[in-house]
């Protein structure tokens, strides 16, 4: 059986990603010492992400919701999966990442994989999402969370003695 989406389901599901993901940061802003402007910094960014979602789902519910060809369904099969399994955890779940104590290498180890998952969900989102609703845009995004791993990588090497 075929899976089937729609413009507005795959933009929720981008939504729930960058909801989670700030949520993530701030539990980790709370409780590693020495990076929490940073990872503040980074789940603002997640915010800025979730309102561009939710403009460009406005746009898809005003019309011309259609996903574009997928003659195969690979992309929604492939949609799916990361779906069900959640980049980050659920909001209310953010604070169950991490225990306590952990150091800025451990939190890194954590964010970079999973903001490398989200960039290829965002990789395969372009593949469903028209243009006309912002597809262009999904580069700015995957460009934004590339960026966040630049930034979480060199904290760690920071913080573990690097230069």
């Known amino acids: 059986m075929a899976v089937v989406f729609n413009a507005d389901e795959i933009l929720t599901m981008a939504q729930e990603i960058e909801r989670s993901g700030a949520a993530f940061y701030r539990s980790a802003a709370r409780i590693v ?75 890194a180890a954590i964010a970079v994989g999973k903001e490398k998952d989200s960039i290829v969900f965002y990789v395969g989102m372009k593949q469903m999402v028209p243009f006309a609703l912002g597809r262009d845009q999904l580069d700015a995004i995957i460009a934004d969370e590339m960026r966040h791993i630049a930034w979480i990588e060199k904290a760690a090497h920071e913080g573990s003695g690097g230069a």
């Open 33 to 107: 010492r020495g990076a929490s402007s940073l990872l503040l910094r980074i789940a603002g960014e997640e915010d800025k992400h979730l309102k561009l979602f939710q403009e460009m789902q406005r746009a898809a519910r005003g019309g011309g919701n259609d996903v574009e060809d997928d003659p195969d369904n690979a992309a929604a099969i492939y949609l799916r999966a990361y779906a069900d399994r959640r980049v980050f955890a659920a909001p209310g779940d953010a604070d169950a990442v991490f225990h306590g104590g952990e150091s800025m290498e451990q939190v």
